[in-house]
C-alpha cells in the first residue's frame, strides 16, 4: 500500500542554522500537505503542494514538490527557536497518509 | 483556535474498561478524521467518516469504533481498554474537496488518555 517516509526523525540545531526535512513517497501523489506541530500541541497545517516541481515560500521556510511528485521537502533558513516542533507531511495518492514527522531541536 | 472541539481533553481510566471520545467538526466540515498519537510518535491514522459514512479505514484495533452523526460530530469508542491504549487521540475535520486542491485538516486539541 502507499507509504510515506519522512527523514530524518530527529534533528537537532544550534539557532540560526538550517534545516530540511524530507519525504518519500512509495507512489505518485496528487499532492503533499505540510503540518507543524508544536510540543504539547496539535497539528497544524502549513501549505499545500500540487505541481510537480512546485517550489513555495513562507518566509523563512521553503516548500518543494519533486518533478515526479514522489518527493517533498521542507527547508528552514537560520532556524529560530520558534521554530521548535515536529514537522509532517501527508501525501494524497488514493488517501492521505502522513510521514512519521521529524522533531526539530533548536539550542540557542 | 482550529475550530474542532474534542471532549474530554484527559481521561484516566482503568483497564479492562471503555470510553468514549466526542469531536466536533469545524462548522461547514464534512469529513472527520481519528488519529491516535503515542509519546513522540506520529500520526496513526484510525478511521474517517464523511457526511456521516465511513470512508477510510486505518489500522483501527478491533476493540475500537466510531461513528458520525447526522449532526456530523463523531465519536470514537475505545473499549477492554490496555496500558498500550494510552495516547494523545487526535480528531480532525475537513471541507470537500476544491479542485486539485484537497482541503487541509483542522485538528483539534486532542484527548489524553492514560490506563492505569
Known amino acids: 500500500g502507499q507509504q510515506v517516509m519522512q527523514i530524518p526523525q530527529y534533528q537537532h540545531v544550534q539557532e540560526g542554522e538550517d534545516f530540511t526535512t524530507y519525504c518519500n513517497s512509495s507512489?505518485?501523489?496528487?499532492?503533499i500537505q505540510w503540518y507543524k506541530q508544536r510540543p504539547g500541541g496539535h497539528p497544524v497545517f502549513l501549505i499545500q503542494?500540487?505541481?510537480?516541481?512546485e517550489v513555495k515560500k513562507q518566509k523563512r521556510l521553503t516548500f518543494q514538490f519533486g518533478e515526479a511528485k514522489k518527493n517533498s521537502s521542507l527547508h528552514i533558513t537560520a532556524t529560530q527557536t520558534t521554530d521548535v516542533g515536529t514537522y509532517f507531511c501527508?501525501?494524497?495518492?488514493?488517501?492521505?497518509?502522513f510521514g512519521a514527522g521529524t522533531i526539530l531541536r533548536v539550542k540557542s | 483556535d482550529s475550530g474542532v472541539t474534542q471532549t474530554p481533553k484527559h481521561l484516566i481510566t482503568a483497564t479492562g474498561q471503555r470510553v468514549t471520545l466526542r469531536c466536533s467538526p469545524r462548522s461547514g466540515d464534512l469529513s472527520v478524521y481519528w488519529y491516535q498519537q503515542s509519546l513522540d510518535q506520529g500520526l496513526q491514522f484510525l478511521i474517517q467518516?464523511?457526511?456521516?459514512?465511513?470512508?477510510a479505514k486505518g489500522n483501527i484495533l478491533e476493540r475500537f469504533s466510531a461513528q458520525q452523526f447526522p449532526d456530523l460530530h463523531s465519536e470514537l469508542n475505545l473499549s477492554s481498554l490496555e496500558l498500550g491504549d494510552s495516547a494523545l487521540y487526535f480528531c480532525?475535520?475537513?471541507?470537500?474537496?476544491?479542485?486539485?486542491?484537497?482541503?487541509?485538516?483542522?485538528f483539534g486539541n486532542g484527548t489524553r488518555l492514560t490506563v492505569t
Open positions: 503542494l500540487v505541481k510537480s516541481g
Open positions: 480532525a475535520s475537513s471541507a470537500p474537496r476544491q479542485g486539485p486542491y484537497n482541503s487541509p485538516l483542522h
Open positions: 467518516y464523511y457526511n456521516g459514512e465511513e470512508r
Open positions: 507512489t505518485t501523489l496528487s499532492n
Open positions: 501527508a501525501g494524497h495518492g488514493n488517501k492521505l497518509v
